[in-house]
């Protein structure tokens, strides 16, 4: 059973920043797609930033050039390094892991930026 847990939500002011981490347990084996999504009050979930077992990175065009995403292989890690937050940019932020077929799901952390 994988499970997925996330830290590093908050509030902070706009032009600022924030790292989000998500640590997973479980059978991670072979190829895998690690990323980030969110969902804001009355909208739909979405893409954030992914990132593959192989290290290959894709970004929604809104956080192309202020988010970073990373992982850590043998520690079944990924982070979002978000720089220059907008109060668009508010939301919960969900980890998510792809493998063999299946998507999980963390718990979601509340990111919040202010004006």
């Known amino acids: 059973q994988v499970q997925l847990v996330e830290s590093g939500g908050g509030l902070v002011q706009a032009g600022g920043s924030l790292r989000l981490s998500c640590a997973a347990s479980g059978s991670i084996f072979g190829f895998n797609v690690m990323g980030w999504y969110r969902q804001a009050p009355g909208k739909q979930r979405e893409l954030v930033a992914t990132?593959?077992?192989?290290?290959?990175?894709n970004y929604v065009d809104s956080v192309k050039g202020r988010f970073t995403i990373s992982r850590d292989n043998p520690k079944n890690t990924v982070c979002l390094q978000m720089n220059s937050l907008k109060p668009e940019d508010t939301a919960v932020y969900y980890c998510n892991l792809y493998i063999g077929l299946r998507q999980y799901w963390g718990q979601g952390t509340q990111v919040t930026v202010s004006s």
């Open positions: 990132i593959t077992s192989g290290g290959t990175t």
